[in-house]
Each structure stands twice: as structure tokens, then as C-alpha cells.
């Protein structure tokens, strides 16, 4: 079966200004976001791709703008069940006023058990992003051949439950996995399992060294609802 490479859509206007972005319109890449999204055509010239596939969100379709002008043979798709998770009464709200909400501990640490008010829950999310997975799996290894390589632009939480639904990791577990934005997530399905080939990849080592400002060990990281 095909290989997938995940995309998480580059830095946005929302990561700068602290904002659960959801579904909200008019999030755009930032300044850093866009010269992120412009390393993508270096960063894959090796993969022989054949289809890109994206999330609807304006975010992720300019994530993939520089990639499909430099491969203009590649068909671009969207599809609305890679889209951010329904943060409902959530979407657009200060990460930093959410921390207070007693939901926020319950998605951080029991996420199965949670759900948006006005939104959907955190099951639903993972759920129709495996299933987006799968059915594109096979339309792709129709189309192209079983050694097929396509790219999906999606969102951190999306991402980060694509990865914890291919190691078998029980959803409870995936605020574990961090995924930077702009980075290059590969997951090779065969017939019996998948195989997690990159995790979080930027290229870029400098997210590791020491903050500036001390960071709580307890601290969430990843993007969407896990965001710092």
C-alpha cells in the first residue's frame, strides 16, 4: 500500500497570537509560516509523489501553494475530514484563557473522554481523519501502484491521532507526540500493519535547545488543543 507523508500546515497568524484556531476563517500563514511552506519543494524533490491531498483550511492550501507550483503534474485535492478538529465554542479563544477551563485538563489527559461544547469530540476527530487515511489509501494505490507516495497538509491534533492510530496507540496517549509546524510525519501502510517511518521531521534542530524561559515539564506541545 501506498506511503503517506503528513504535512502539519507552516506557522499560522493563530500559533503567533496564542489563538485555538479550529475552523475559524481567515487564519493565515504568518511571516515565518510562508517561508516554511517555501522549503517544501526542496525538502520532497526525492519522492516521486503522486497526489496532494489537503485540508480545506486556508492555512494548509497555502502550506501546499509552493509545492504544487513547482509540480505542476500533481492534482491537488481537499478534503474536508483532514480538517482541523471542531473546537465549537472553543475556536479562536487564547490557549492561555483555555488553560483555566477543567475541559482543557480532561483533553490533555483523558482525551477519549473529551468533547467540544458546540464541537466534536476528540473520538469523532480521529475517527474520520483514519478513515479519510484509509479510503485515500486505496484510491491512490489504484491509481498509481501499491508503491504509490502521496502528501496529506493537515493540522496538529489530526496528525498526531493519524500517528497514535498507526502504532496502535490508544488516543488517551497521543498528546505525547509532538508535531512542529511545516514538519514531514511518513507512515507506510502494507497489507497487515503500518510502519512510522518519520515523526515531526523539520530539517530543524533548533527547536530543541533550551528556551529562554523555563518551560513546565508538565507542559502540553504539538499543536491545536496540545499546544503550549
Request: aromatic share 4%; charged share 25%; proline share 7%.
Amino acid at each position: 500500500m501506498p506511503t503517506l507523508i503528513l504535512v502539519r500546515h507552516g506557522r499560522s497568524t493563530a500559533n503567533t497570537a496564542g489563538l485555538l484556531a479550529g475552523w475559524t476563517p481567515g487564519v493565515a500563514l504568518d511571516e515565518r509560516g510562508t517561508a516554511q511552506a517555501a522549503t517544501l519543494p526542496e525538502r520532497l524533490k526525492d519522492l516521486p509523489l503522486s497526489e496532494v491531498v489537503s485540508s480545506p483550511l486556508q492555512r494548509c492550501r497555502e502550506t501546499v501553494a509552493p509545492l504544487l507550483a513547482a509540480r505542476p503534474e500533481l492534482t491537488a485535492h481537499t478534503d474536508d475530514r483532514i480538517g482541523e478538529c471542531d473546537y465549537g465554542d472553543w475556536s479562536g479563544r487564547k490557549l492561555a484563557e483555555l488553560a483555566g477551563e477543567p475541559l482543557m485538563e480532561v483533553v490533555q489527559q483523558h482525551p477519549t473522554a473529551a468533547a467540544f461544547p458546540g464541537g466534536e469530540s476528540m473520538r469523532q476527530m480521529q475517527h474520520r481523519a483514519a478513515e479519510a487515511v484509509r479510503e485515500w489509501n486505496a484510491r491512490v494505490e489504484r491509481d498509481h501502484g501499491s508503491d504509490a507516495v502521496y502528501v496529506m497538509c493537515s493540522h496538529g491534533d489530526i496528525i498526531k491521532s493519524l500517528v497514535a492510530d498507526a502504532l496502535g496507540l490508544h488516543l488517551d496517549l497521543f498528546q505525547r507526540i509532538s508535531v512542529e509546524p511545516c514538519s514531514v510525519t511518513a507512515i507506510r501502510y502494507t497489507r497487515l500493519r503500518p510502519f512510522l517511518v518519520r515523526l515531526g521531521d523539520t530539517g530543524d534542530f533548533a527547536s530543541l535547545a533550551p528556551r529562554e524561559e523555563p518551560q513546565s515539564p508538565n507542559a502540553p506541545v504539538g499543536g491545536g488543543a496540545g499546544a503550549p
